[in-house]
T-cell receptor, first 114, second 113 residues
Framework: DVKVTQSSRYLVKRTGEKVFLECVQD?????MFWYRQDPGLGLRLIYF???????EKGDIPEGYSVSREKKERFSLILESASTNQTSMYLC?????????????FGDGTRLSIL | QQQVKQSPQSLIVQKGGISIINCAYENTAFDYFPWYQQFPGKGPALLIA?????SEKKEGRFTISFNKSAKQFSLHIMDSQPGDSATYFCAASYYNQGGKLIFGQGTELSVKP
């Protein structure tokens, strides 16, 4: 079974802090994604990556950056956390290509910015 | 044109009833339409998916109906059970997006015993 592991289930940070959310997958997937989930808005794509050191902006990249130094690890960085970034963050991975099949999700990190 | 609109936002169904969730899209280039199921405290997981060359796909109690001309697709859960209580997301993607999915807003389903 594919396993996508997010380093923290719950995280509380202060406004202005630099926040790192980590994600690791064990299925050698090329594609990795970061989403935020908010009630009534569904899952919105922040950034995605098709390969090591490659990244592309999703629909809501403002205030975020990402890092992918190794194939299995994809990090989301909040450069200067703000209260409107309080949310559930979900990481996913999938095989490459247009018919990539299912995305496999981690269980999420619930981030609170005070 | 990239949006996928999902309704209703919440749904309450009696045990044994039929749950129906609807989605609509604009981009005719979409060629893959999955449904994801999410239980509390868990990430979404693929439930069932369809491609536009078929009008219906059934897996157990779950059926996707697809209407290409209307640009709509729906999830039907037959004989709904309390264990089906979860949040359901429709999604869509197309060839040039390399696996990137566009999700609907989600439907919170509650099946009452």
């Amino acid at each position: 079974d594919v396993k996508v592991t997010q380093s923290s289930r719950y995280l509380v940070k202060r406004t202005g802090e630099k926040v790192f959310l980590e994600c690791v997958q064990d299925m050698d997937h090329e594609n990795m994604f970061w989403y935020r989930q908010d009630p009534g808005l569904g899952l919105r794509l922040i950034y995605f990556s098709y390969d090591v050191k490659m990244k592309e902006k999703g629909d809501i990249p403002e205030g975020y950056s990402v890092s992918r130094e190794k194939k299995e690890r994809f990090s989301l960085i909040l450069e200067s956390a703000s209260t409107n970034q309080t949310s559930m963050y979900l990481c996913a991975s999938s095989r490459p290509g247009s018919l990539a099949g299912p995305q496999h999700f981690g269980d999420g990190t619930r981030l609170s910015i005070l | 044109q990239q949006q996928v609109k999902q309704s209703p936002q919440s749904l309450i169904v009696q045990k044994g009833g039929i749950s129906i969730i609807n989605c609509a899209y604009e981009n005719t280039a979409f060629d893959y339409f999955p449904w994801y199921q999410q239980f509390p405290g868990k990430g979404p997981a693929l439930l069932i998916a369809i491609r536009p060359d078929v009008s219906e796909k059934k897996e157990g109690r779950f059926t996707i109906s697809f209407n290409k001309s209307a640009k709509q697709f729906s999830l039907h859960i037959m004989d709904s059970q309390p264990g089906d209580s979860a949040t359901y997301f429709c999604a869509a993607s197309y060839y040039n997006q390399g696996g990137k999915l566009i999700f609907g807003q989600g439907t919170e389903l509650s099946v009452k015993p």
